[in-house]
């Protein structure tokens, strides 16, 4: 069934066996590539086709390669969907892509070395700092952020880098700090974190209310635990939803059958990602304001059936 209906929705050639179909996955050093490979796989087996985790910039570029058709599937930050089914921010036009599941919420991370005197986010002002690389949901948070808190985005120095090219920049003293967002622990973090000592930057319950009066309210006050990357408290900050998306056009069989696959995966992926294990049938559907695609609403009142 899913075969039959991916040939409506995705460019194939003659052989099955030469078809590819890319999950829209992020950094290498992110959780989105590390959860996208391993969905990938579990996919892959299950439907007995060929399907790969897509190394991306981030939110933004997932949901502009899932809208053209370069990627079935992507992950995206709830704002960077909200702006991209609305046609504002990052994008020039509204896109045509639909939710199929909630999967877990991600964290803004401003990181910095352990002994940095980088106390608070306005003293980025004058410093250079990663927001990012472009066309990412870190960019366009670390944006927010920084106007929430009173720092002029011209007044921080950004090379505009990924998370991995961030980790390499600030080992070599390259830069100051960067923003990350993603879930707990991130791989690239943790393991920055074993090597050298870092903190991150608080970030303050008023500001969170700022951005979230200015845009799609799409994010909540937070902390980051005690012990996470070495830390010995916790770290207030803010977090986002972060979907699982794909192309409206994509037949309801396509969209079932993947949910399917993803929720039987959900343990099995959650020993090598622990966020995985934050998938829950009842809180999957609150995708809002990005639209459930409609083979996502069947599979959901299947259940409920």
Known sequence: MLLTGLTACVPRSDEWSDVEYAIASGGSTGVYYDYGSHL????????DLRMVAQETAGSVDNLLRVSSGEALLGFAQ???AADAVSGTGAFERPLEVEALARLYDEYVQVVVRGDS??????DLAGRTISLGAENSGVNVIAGRVLDAAGVALDSVRDPQLDLSASIGAMERGEIDGF???GGLPTPGVAELSSRAPVRLLPIEPEWVNAVNERYSH???QADVPAGTYGLPDSAPTMA????????????DAVVHDVLAG???ARLRIAGEVPTAALLDRRSAIFTGPVPLHDGAIDYYRDLRG
Not at 240 to 251: H, I
Request: aromatic share 14%.
């Open 40 to 47: 990938a796989e579990e996919l892959s087996d299950r439907l």
């Open 240 to 251: 986002v939803p972060n979907y699982l998306v794909t192309a409206a056009s994509t037949p």
């Open 218 to 220: 799409a994010y909540r």
């Open 78 to 80: 709830g704002d960077a």
């Open 117 to 122: 005197d980088i106390d608070d986010i306005g």
């Open 179 to 181: 923003f990350w967002v």
């Open 262 to 264: 993803l929720f039987d």
